[in-house]
């Protein structure tokens, strides 16, 4: 594997005003969901770890993860709960406002291949993993890349509504962020991971419209934002770290590194699903050159 990532997915539900609306989109998601279909889509090969309910959308998840193809071997069923949801309502001018519908199915420690984690080039986990409940195995799994010298990617991915306890959230975080060797943070999130911001790790914060920066070996990089139109932002930030670890792993300097993940971003942005028009290894080129 070039990436190892383990996260929950879920159906998406999106609709207006649910309370009027009497029409919705479906489709399914996940911070690490997105992460692993970005990074096939350009030619990376990625394993994603979850688990999800004996249903059709949990089947639908692990469908659409397998026509991405992103190895999901390693998954689990739970026959006998169901897959969670989130509840999207666009409304316009403002952010989507996103309610979780979570259920019992729940990745649990025994179900982290070490051995398959050691084998890859990158473990990427999320603070949305960390803030649900595989919180346990995404430990276990960062211990299991830490002891056999693979790379540890994180993602803070903050939600305030996943963290009733703010002090909690600070000290949760904090030691993850600390135990990665590459770590995504937005600038409203950088007092959240204090500690994590000295040493040699690489980090990049990402400031919306205002780019994106990174510090490596000493030196700052920054890339500016692409213009794009803007349908939902959800799962941008998560679009960025597949395009920034793709680069990353090709060995890319730390500005083209960037500005693959804005690319990605601005893609992920532009319409109403996190992941779906992602671009492809093939179309790469030419989009790189426009940017």
Known sequence: MDVYTLGEAFGVVTSGRIRHEHEARLDVAGAEFTVAVGLSRLGHRVGWLGKVGGDELGARILTALRGEGVDVSDARVDEGSPTGILLKESRLGQASRVT????????????????????????????????????????????????????????????????????????????????????????????????????????????????????????????????????????????????????LLEGLHPADRLRRGGLLAAFASSGPSDWQGLPTRAELPLLELDA
């Open 100 to 247: 979780y519908y979570r259920t019992g199915v729940r990745l649990a420690q025994g179900n982290v291949p070490v051995d398959r984690i050691a084998a890859s080039r990158v473990l990427h986990v999320s603070g949305i993993t960390a803030a649900l409940s595989a919180r346990d195995a995404m430990h276990a799994a960062v211990r299991a890349a830490r002891t056999a010298g693979v790379a540890v990617s994180v993602a803070i991915d903050y939600h305030d509504q996943l963290w009733p306890d703010l002090r909690e959230a600070e000290e949760i975080l904090s030691v993850l962020a600390c135990s990665a060797d590459v770590l995504f943070v937005r600038q409203t999130e950088l007092d959240l991971v204090k500690p994590a911001l000295t040493g040699d790790r690489e980090v990049i914060v990402t400031r919306g419209a205002r780019g994106a920066s990174v510090r490596v070996d000493g030196v700052r990089h920054d890339a500016a934002s692409l213009s794009a139109p803007v349908v939902d932002p959800n799962g941008s930030g998560d679009a960025f770290v597949a395009g920034y670890l793709s680069a």
